[in-house]
């Protein structure tokens, strides 16, 4: 698979979802700093919330942009199937007969994105999976408790 289309597939959907956020952070500012915002009486919380949603907006759309230069200044390692897991490894697992995909990132932990016609998630290697992962290699099983059961993974492939 090719990691340098996959991080310009994964760009582009980040550059999406930050137009998309800023148009919304914009309209939320607008609702906060409304006429009709301000309170009527003391329980009136409508330009308070208003203004707490446009504060989560602003930080969302800073967290995406760093994620863009991230991105952007990635050094993209290849992984052969002797190679052990760690950043930038692009990883395929089999738990349960279904096959999924994670792509292993210091950040983005949580990113979906349809590439090649899988599903590939970003995690971090501070993540259950991701820290199960590190070091493995293909053959290797990956153990993650989740509550009181334990689920593994099998690694199928690297890139």
């Known amino acids: 698979m090719n990691k340098k289309k996959l991080i310009e597939n994964i760009r582009t959907q980040l550059i999406h979802d930050l137009d998309v956020l800023k148009q ?3 309209a939320t500012y607008e ?3 409304h ?3 301000k309170p009527e009486n003391e329980y009136d919380t ?5 203004s707490y949603l446009a504060g989560a907006q602003a930080k969302r759309i800073a967290e995406i942009e760093e994620l863009l ?3 952007k200044h990635v050094d993209i390692k290849d992984f052969g ?3 052990k897991i760690n950043s930038t490894a692009l990883v395929e697992v089999e738990s349960n007969g279904k096959h999924s995909f994670f792509f292993i ?5 949580g990113l979906s994105i349809s590439y090649e016609g899988r599903t590939i998630q970003v995690i971090t290697p ?3 999976l991701g820290e199960a992962l590190q070091d493995l290699k293909v053959g290797g099983i990956a153990v993650v408790e989740n509550g009181d059961q334990f689920r593994e993974y099998e690694v199928i492939n690297i890139w």
């Open 31 to 33: 609702a906060a700093t």
């Open 81 to 83: 199937p002797n190679d």
């Open 69 to 71: 230069v991230i991105f």
């Open 24 to 26: 919304a952070a914009k």
């Open 126 to 128: 501070s993540s259950p």
């Open 35 to 37: 006429e009709e915002s």
């Open 46 to 50: 409508r330009g308070l919330e208003a």
């Open 105 to 109: 990132m210091a950040k983005g932990g």
